[in-house]
């Protein structure tokens, strides 16, 4: 039997590097693709960062690679650019597993987010950290990609996230997971995407937090697998 395709998309502040050890464990199964959206790992922009633009940097790697239709695992952020494509693009999207993704985004929402996101705190209270994106954001100034990040938040809490009629559009198999033990994303909004989305089913898996270092992969894998062979 001929393999399926999924494409594998990072969350904020991270890279597809990341992906490394779920992208060995799902090859087996599935024809595994992944990227950096723009401004992140090895990838520079000029451009500020919206869920729009790395949509539209997904559409680019799809046609580019000349892959007809894939499946997509959106972790976080991801999740939200891969719903954001099956919004405008559903032509290319086959079905979606979201993990950890947030939906409820107020102005209130994105000002608790971007307290987290200050380069000059994290750098003199949690240098490790720094270091850690300095590794992964090879081509470019870790402090420039959390600014980036920490206006789309805003943007976002303004008024340019997805809505309930925008999910009740995406008619995709979809599968919103959230980890038991994530503080980052509530369950609630969780169950409301998936009860939006008409063809959303909610997943929430036993043991996981939100960080994605955190996750134990063959899990992960065990759950996206799963959930692409259960709808073929």
């Known amino acids: 039997m001929r393999k399926g395709n999924l494409l594998l998309l ?4 991270g890279t597809k590097v990341q992906f490394e050890l779920l992208k060995e464990l799902l090859s087996k199964e599935l024809n595994v693709f992944d990227l950096n959206f723009e401004g992140h790992g090895d990838r520079s922009s000029n451009n500020d960062f919206s869920i729009d633009l790395f949509a539209e940097n997904v559409s ?3 046609h580019e690679m000349g892959i007809s239709k894939t499946n997509i695992f959106g972790y976080s952020m991801g999740g939200y650019v891969a719903l954001q494509l099956a919004l405008k693009n ?12 947030k939906f409820n985004w107020t102005s209130e929402v994105a000002e608790q987010e971007i307290k987290m996101l ?5 750098e003199e209270k949690v240098p490790a950290f720094a270091k850690r994106l300095e590794e992964l954001h090879t081509s470019n100034d870790w402090k420039i990609v ?3 990040t ?8 303004d008024g340019k996230k997805m809505n309930d009629e925008d999910l009740r559009s995406i008619k995709n198999e979809i599968l919103v997971g959230i980890g038991e033990l994530d503080n980052m ?9 998936a009860d939006a989305l008409p063809n959303g089913k909610l997943k929430v898996i036993d043991g996981f937090k939100h960080p994605i270092e955190k996750i134990d992969m063959s899990q992960l894998a065990s759950v996206i697998i799963g959930f692409i062979e259960a709808h073929q």
């Not at 990072?10 to 502040?13: E, F, K, S, T, Y």
């Not at 559903?90 to 993704?101: A, H, M, N, Q, Y």
């Open 10 to 13: 990072h969350g904020a502040l």
């Open 60 to 62: 680019d790697f799809i």
């Open 90 to 101: 559903p032509e290319l999207v086959d079905r979606i597993i979201t993990l950890g993704t």
């Open 118 to 122: 200050n380069p000059e705190k994290i």
């Open 146 to 148: 959390m600014r980036k």
């Open 150 to 157: 920490a206006q789309m938040m805003t943007d976002l809490g």
């Open 185 to 193: 994303v509530t369950l609630d909004e969780s169950i409301g995407a």
